[in-house]
Nanobody
Framework: QVQLVESGGGSVQSGGSLRLSCAAS????????MGWFRQAPGKEREGVAA???????SYADSVKGRFFISQDNAKNTLYLQMNSLKPEDTAMYYC????????????????????????WGQGTQVTVSS
C-alpha cells in the first residue's frame, strides 16, 4: 500500500520561501510519476508540478519560475521548493503518486490528468500573508 506523508507547510510572508517534503513508502522498485496539487477554500483542486523517474517535469503556468519539484530516490522523498510566494499560493498542498503515467505527459496536471494520481497524502497547509 502506497503511503504519502507531507511536511514543511506553514505561514510565511509574501515573497518568502518554503520547501515541502513528501515521504513515500510502499512502492519500492516501481516507477511512478509524482506530483503536487493544491486546493484553496472554495476553489477546485489545481495541479502544481509533476516529475517522473527520469526527472522530466511539468509545472502549472501560475508557478513556473517560482516553484521547483525534485525528488531523492534514495530517500523516497519528493520535494517542492516554493520561492517568491504570493498570497494566492495559499492552499492545502497535497503530494500524489501516479501509477498509470510512467512519464510526464501533456495534461498530467489537468483535471483529467489528476485522475491518474491514485495515491494521495493528507496535505500540508501553506499560508502566505501580504
Amino acid at each position: 500500500q502506497v503511503q504519502l506523508v507531507e511536511s514543511g507547510g506553514g505561514s510565511v510572508q509574501s515573497g518568502g520561501s518554503l520547501r515541502l517534503s513528501c515521504a513515500a513508502s510502499g512502492y519500492t522498485g516501481r516507477s511512478y510519476c509524482m506530483g503536487w496539487f493544491r486546493q484553496a477554500p472554495g476553489k477546485e483542486r489545481e495541479g502544481v508540478a509533476a516529475i517522473d523517474s527520469d526527472g522530466r517535469t511539468s509545472y502549472a503556468d501560475s508557478v513556473k519560475g517560482r516553484f521547483f519539484i525534485s525528488q531523492d530516490n534514495a530517500k523516497n522523498t519528493l520535494y517542492l521548493q516554493m520561492n517568491s510566494l504570493k498570497p494566492e499560493d495559499t492552499a492545502m498542498y497535497y503530494c500524489a503518486a501516479n501509477p498509470i503515467d510512467r512519464t510526464v505527459v501533456p495534461g498530467i496536471l489537468s483535471v483529467g490528468g489528476a485522475w491518474n494520481f491514485g495515491y494521495w497524502g493528507q496535505g500540508t497547509q501553506v499560508t502566505v500573508s501580504s
